[in-house]
């Protein structure tokens, strides 16, 4: 059984920095192929992919918030770590981590429950 | 970036009613496309991948069809868990991205 959870605060500052952690089970970040995505939703709001690490340590971003997304994975412990500088009251957001298999296109198979980000002073 | 755009935004229909949703591409995407559904508080389900591939343990009710730029998704006897928020996303290109979701409310 595949699952997910998004750790990080509740509440940032604006110019602050997002730290937020995916820790999952039932799969392994060392299989050809997989990898773990970062998706968020501002309330209200449609989806937006923000990041994308693969088994391969393969990183992609999206291009509108490359300049500010790191994204990296802790294959030991099971974990990847999406970071977000400078943030805005705009980037509050229900942020959700999600798995992909790789085999049959990057589909997001299954999904963390989502952690709610507020950004405001 | 691609666009994806959806339509309608928002469908009432009944139980029972066949329900058609749009997913229009700003460029072509070949079968690189998926549906989600989500319902309210809750994070989204993929129903349908590779534009008309049903993803394990999805209701049979659920198909998509489509390539290139035009998709659907089709809901051929709309059930009460079926109200929920639908959106496509497309996997064609290194960035990727969702439609603006189309809501199936209740009639």
């Known amino acids: 059984q595949i699952t997910l959870k998004e750790s990080g605060p509740t509440l940032v500052k604006p110019t602050q920095t997002l730290t937020l952690t995916c820790t999952f089970s039932?799969?392994?970040?060392?299989?050809?192929?997989?990898?773990v995505g970062w998706i968020r939703q501002p309330p209200g709001k449609a989806l937006e992919w923000l990041a994308l690490?693969?088994?391969?340590?393969?990183?992609r971003y999206s291009p509108s918030l490359k300049s500010r997304l790191t994204i990296t994975k802790d294959t030991s412990k099971n974990q990847v770590v999406l970071t977000m500088t400078n943030m805005d009251p705009v980037d509050t957001a229900t942020y959700y981590c999600?798995?992909?298999?790789?085999?049959?296109?990057?589909?997001?198979?299954?999904w963390g429950q989502g952690t709610l980000v507020t950004v405001s002073s | 970036d691609i666009q994806m755009t959806q339509s309608p935004s928002s469908v009432s229909a009944s139980v029972g009613d066949r329900v058609t949703i749009t997913c229009r591409a700003s460029?072509?995407?070949?079968?690189?496309l998926a549906w989600y559904q989500q319902k309210p508080g809750k994070a989204p389900k993929l129903l349908i991948y590779?534009?008309?591939s049903l993803q394990s343990g999805v209701p049979s009710r659920f198909s998509g069809s489509g390539s290139g730029t035009d998709f659907t998704l089709t809901i051929s006897s709309l059930q009460p868990e079926d109200f929920a928020t639908y959106y496509c996303?497309?996997?064609?290109?290194?960035?990727?991205?969702f439609g603006g979701g189309t809501k199936v409310e209740i009639k």
């Open positions: 460029q072509g995407i070949s079968s690189w």
């Open positions: 039932g799969f392994s970040l060392s299989t050809s192929g997989v990898g």
């Open positions: 590779a534009a008309s």
């Open positions: 999600a798995h992909v298999d790789g085999y049959n296109g990057v589909y997001f198979q299954h």
């Open positions: 996303q497309q996997a064609n290109s290194f960035s990727l991205t």
């Open positions: 690490i693969y088994w391969d340590d393969d990183k």
